[in-house]
Each structure stands twice: as C-alpha cells, then as structure tokens.
C-alpha cells in the first residue's frame, strides 16, 4: 500500500451516535492533520500532530477528539454531532511541520453525514 | 490571519479552449502548492513553486509564481474534459509556519 488512507469512505450517524474516523499514511511522514471540507468554503485545519505530539488546536469544538498513537495512524472520534457537522474530512501527511514549504498528501477523505 | 482569494470560483469552458486561474493574498508566502480535487477524492498535489517569478511546466498546465511571492496563476492549454474538477492553491510558511493556507478553489467543467 502507498499514500494515505482514509475508512470509512462513507459514514452516516445519528447525533447520539459514536463513532471514529480512522487515517493510516504509508510515506514515512512525521506530521499529520485533519482538515474539514465543506461546500463553498475554503478547507479548514482542525489538528496537526507532529512526531505524536498535538501542535495546533484550530478552536475545534469538543465533540470532536484526535488520537495520534505513532506517527503512521490519526483518529478523530466523533460524539454527539450536528447536522452541520456533515462534511468531508480529510486527512493528511507532510514530512514534518518544521519546514517552510510544507507539502500535503491526502487521503481520499470520509464523506460525513449527521442526521 | 493569511488569506488567499482564488479567482474566478466557477469556470465552464469547451474543449481546446485555454483558461487562467488566480491565486491573490496580501502576505507573502515561502511556497505556493496548486492541488486538484476530484469529487469524491482528495486533493492531489500538483506542483510547488518556491522561487518569486518561478514559472513551471506540467504538460499543457502553466504555474507561475509572482515577483513578490504573493501571487500565483494556473493556466491550462488547450483544456480537455479530463482537466474537470476542482482546483486549489495552497501558500506556505510566511506567519503560518509549518501550516499551509488554502484558497477556496476554482470548479473547472471543461464540455467535450
């Protein structure tokens, strides 16, 4: 396998559900983020891990919770959501956040829908 | 706060025409990366510019990248239906250290 992974694809939940969005990347990468992407906006950094550790926090509300076990996976757990909530989240690497020409692989993203 | 403003949001052309897109902030950036999304995909990166007035080729796609490094532009030659989907610029570095800021894209229809 090669680049980043993203699964589920697809995802619909209630808003009393939990689940979890799980991101595997293959490059040897050391930094990892998760970006919301909805309609008519530009995309949206949420976090950004760095060698395991959190390094930004973009104001997310608590109902969404990262989980960064080792360099090569990130999770976002998901917990009592909004329908506007519903979006695409991606995932993506980078070698690592300490250089000034930071380039991001993707993952194919999970398609979110609260209902 | 950095911001880049893409223009035009939405561009439907026929095949073989050319087109332009632009990428404006008023900060300056290390590097400007140009991705294209596909629907239902993410953004694939397509090139990165680092040197202010750098100009690269990727077959019939143009990247340039302003004197000031404040700016960039995609041109397409000669679009083919195949070109369809939506593209994205992204700057690095400047005040955001080690984060990239993104414009809000362009939507490219190329008709056969």
């Known amino acids: 396998e090669t680049g980043v992974t993203q699964t589920p694809r697809h995802l619909v939940m209630g808003m009393t559900n939990k689940k979890s969005l799980k991101c595997e990347q293959h490059l040897g990468h050391n930094a990892m983020y998760w970006y919301k992407q909805s309609a008519k906006k530009p995309l949206e950094l949420m976090f950004v891990y760095n060698f395991k550790e959190q390094t930004e926090n973009n104001s997310v509300p608590s109902r969404f919770s990262p989980e960064c076990p080792n360099s090569s996976h990130l999770f976002l757990h998901l917990h009592t959501l909004q329908p506007e909530d519903s979006a695409l989240y991606l995932c993506?690497?980078?070698?690592?956040?300490?250089?000034?020409?930071?380039?991001?692989?993707f993952g194919q993203g999970t398609r979110l829908t609260v209902v | 706060t950095q911001l880049l403003e893409q223009s035009p949001q939405f561009l439907s052309i026929q095949e073989g025409e050319n087109l332009t897109v632009y990428c404006n902030s008023s900060?300056?950036?290390?590097?400007l990366q140009w991705y294209r999304q596909e629907p239902g995909e993410g953004p694939v990166l397509l090139v990165t510019?680092?040197?202010?007035?750098e100009v690269k080729k990727l077959k019939r796609l143009t990247f340039q990248f302003g004197d000031a490094r404040k700016d960039s532009s995609l041109h397409i030659t000669a679009a083919q239906p195949g070109d369809t989907g939506l593209y994205l610029c992204?700057?690095?570095?400047?005040?955001?250290?080690?984060?990239?800021?993104f414009g809000q894209g362009t939507i490219l229809t190329v008709h056969p």
């Open positions: 992204a700057g690095a570095g400047g005040t955001s250290y080690g984060k990239l800021t």
């Open positions: 900060s300056v950036f290390s590097s």
């Open positions: 510019v680092v040197t202010g007035g």
């Open positions: 993506a690497s980078s070698q690592d956040r300490t250089g000034w020409n930071t380039e991001a692989f």
